[in-house]
């Protein structure tokens, strides 16, 4: 625990997870506006620390009146839903199938094998953008979206992992003295892919976020929630009026991302017994 | 590299394809709404919309429809769009090449600056230039061509408004090709006015695509360079009194250039894929950009096409690298 709180890339990061829940959680009472609460009278308003800015809108407004910090604020919300779900989802679905594929290989080897492979020789957007033409736009669609997307990198990495554990001698010797299948990849093996698996949830919290904001940017998100992607696709068409509107998701995003990604890193660095040898 | 061995992996592409076929069938066939209903006035009458059933043949059983659909698109017959009401292979055909002239211009992009930058970190390693370049991979690498693309639309469009941002020609510009590669007919019949308009088009969604290319080749061939440049042959060559820029050039680049090309097959993969991506962004006419049309309108033709024709680009692609993996490699030449 000492250790971990001498990790910057660890302070770093669960300092970003932390403001990010905190922001999330208490939206509605750090918020000075309502996000959906339109004033024609305030259109475009610069930051308050510009010229002509008010301060009672302190990042300015967008071209409907809305205040942006409220919006920025707001989209914690989606943002953090869309991370949370979809990266323990992905986590779910690709360490179980990798776990089997790897441990029993054979037919369901190969078949979990060709899945991923198929899944791969899809661009990722390709695939989001005709789950939304399926599903429809809304947040759950970009859930699955991410899950969609992002098991296969688990799966992957998972299987290999597991396909290497399986010949040590700890897993063969359980074997000997009668253990179960099913109690020595729950008991022996996934322990030991815990140090991999925080690595991956933490670039796929952020790779969530992401997807978030694209699928937002593009309209496949829920329409009646102020997202970051959104902020930034409204920001673009009146990016000539306002070019300072795009930029405060984009930070916040950026610095959503690289936090996650130290985050994993950091627990990576303090627990894996190997590095710190 | 034997025409066996060309054609075990050609055959190997068979069940990916047919994977992919199975994916996008089962996705949109799990459909909710009704694309028939979307496409019909409110006046139409329900035998109206059951003829227009039986003609995109949505009135039979799944499994039907499935056979008819793999034996069409083996055929090479990807059905009518339902939304613009044309052939759907001539529509994506069409804009293929808008597609592919950012793909291989990312793609120059990516290589010209990573060599560039391996080179120079490698020519002036343990100075502050091997440091910049180490920094700016790891910035090219962490933040997400999405937001890449966004910071350039500030950078280079708005603050500094040097680049259009959206379109592959100006609309105003009225010009007709013959052919659908703008960029390759303006250089190949000497236009170069317009070859310039269409890059400086290209040039902020080449750049996003590229970046993250740019940051893997430099890290990969600056590493590989640097196992080279301790090597004995290195050092005679330093006895000999070759010049350094010779040296790196001519001695060290050929060696390192296998290891690089190994690792960074798979993402000019990835650079691929993105174009769907950039093209929304950059309002660039492409079939990333149809696709996303076609997702609007719930065109389950359009839909599928745009998606095997992806597909098939990938196993492509995937086939071309690993062939190139085959003829660079001699090690690999048995096999």
């Known amino acids: 625990m000492k250790k971990l709180l001498r990790n910057p890339r660890f302070l770093f990061g669960a300092c970003v997870l932390l403001a990010l829940l905190f922001v999330a959680a208490f939206a509605p009472w750090l918020a000075p506006h309502d996000p959906m609460e339109q004033s024609l009278l305030n259109q475009l308003l610069p930051p308050s620390w510009a010229k002509g800015g008010d301060p009672a809108f302190l990042l300015g407004t967008d071209t409907l009146g809305r205040d942006l910090l409220s919006r920025l604020i707001h989209g914690a919300r989606p943002a953090l839903r869309v991370m949370v779900l979809g990266a323990t989802l992905s986590a779910f ?46 947040l759950n669609t970009v859930v699955i979206a991410v899950v969609l997307i992002g098991w296969t990198r688990f799966c992957r990495v998972v299987r290999g992992e597991v396909l290497a554990l399986r010949e040590q001698e700890f897993v063969t010797s359980a074997r000997t003295i009668g253990v179960s299948h099913l109690r020595i990849l729950f008991h022996e093996i996934l322990p030991n892919l815990l140090p991999l698996v925080i690595v991956l949830l933490g670039l796929e919290m952020g790779r969530a976020i992401v997807v978030e904001a694209i699928m937002s940017f593009i309209g496949f998100s829920s329409s009646d929630l102020a997202t970051w992607g959104g902020i930034i696709a409204d920001a673009r068409s009146y990016i000539n009026q306002a070019w300072w509107a795009m930029t405060y998701p984009i930070v916040a995003i950026i610095i959503a991302v690289l936090g996650l990604n130290a985050l994993g890193d950091g627990l990576r660095q303090v627990t894996d017994p190997v590095l710190q040898r | 590299m034997t025409p066996a061995y060309v054609l075990r992996r050609l055959l190997l592409a068979i069940p990916t394809l047919f994977g992919v076929a199975v994916v996008v069938f089962v996705l949109l066939r799990v459909v909710p709404g009704d694309p028939i209903a979307m496409m019909v006035p409110g006046e139409a009458t329900p035998d109206d919309i059951a003829r227009l059933r039986e003609a995109y043949g949505l009135d039979k059983s799944i499994p039907v429809q499935f056979v008819l659909y793999l034996a069409q698109v083996v055929q090479g017959n990807f059905g009518t769009s339902i939304s613009l009401k044309q052939d759907v292979l001539g529509l994506v055909l069409g804009r293929l090449p808008a597609t592919l002239e950012l793909a291989c211009v990312a793609i120059a992009l990516s290589v010209v600056c990573g060599v560039l930058l391996a080179l120079s970190a490698t020519y002036w390693r343990g100075t502050w230039v091997e440091n910049a370049v180490d920094g700016v991979n790891s910035v090219a ?43 390759l007919e303006a ?18 969604p080449a750049i996003a695509l590229s970046l993250p290319l740019i940051a893997v080749i430099a890290r990969v061939l600056k590493s590989s360079l640097q196992e080279v440049m301790v090597q004995d042959y290195i050092l005679l060559a330093r006895v000999k009194g070759f010049s350094d820029t010779r040296i790196l050039t001519r001695e060290a680049l050929p060696n390192a250039l296998l290891p690089t090309i190994t690792v960074t097959g798979v993402h000019f993969i990835f650079l691929v894929g993105g174009t769907v991506l950039v093209e929304l962004i950059f309002s660039y006419p ?36 690993d062939l190139t993996y085959a003829v660079v490699n001699p090690r690999m030449r048995q096999h």
């Open chain 2, 141 to 183: 690498l962490a933040i997400p061509e999405f937001l890449w693309a966004m910071l350039l639309i500030l950078a280079f469009a708005v603050l500094v408004p040097v680049f259009p941002i959206s379109g592959r020609i100006d609309p105003v510009r009225a010009v007709s090709f013959a052919s659908q590669f703008y960029l």
């Open chain 1, 93 to 138: 679905v690709g360490i179980l199938l990798g776990m089997l594929a790897g441990y029993f290989g054979g037919w369901l080897d190969a078949a979990v094998s060709r899945t991923v492979d198929t899944f791969m020789s899809f661009p990722p957007m390709l695939l989001a953008i005709v789950l939304a033409a399926v599903m429809g736009p809304g």
């Open chain 2, 286 to 321: 492409g079939i990333g950009n149809m696709l996303f049309g076609a997702a609007s309108n719930r065109d389950l033709p359009l839909i599928q096409g745009v998606t095997l024709v992806f597909a098939l680009l990938f196993v492509l692609l995937n086939l071309l690298i």
């Open chain 2, 187 to 204: 250089l190949a019949t000497g236009k170069f006015a317009l070859a310039r308009e269409l890059l400086s088009h290209l040039a902020l």
